[in-house]
């Protein structure tokens, strides 16, 4: 027997939802300002080369 757990955790580790153990289904809206913010302040994003 297993149990998954869904999360929804944005770019710097802060738990956005938590579905818990039990079955369910929720919408959340994803910031894009925050993904921008993270996307500055690591460059290393920049960086990523596509690969063949």
Known sequence: MSVGRSVLVDPMGVVEADLGLEPGV????????????????F???RQRRLQD
Do not use: A, G, N
């Open 26 to 41: 929720r919408s959340v809206e994803v910031s894009l300002e925050t993904v921008e913010r993270v996307r500055e302040s």
């Open 43 to 45: 460059p290393m994003f």
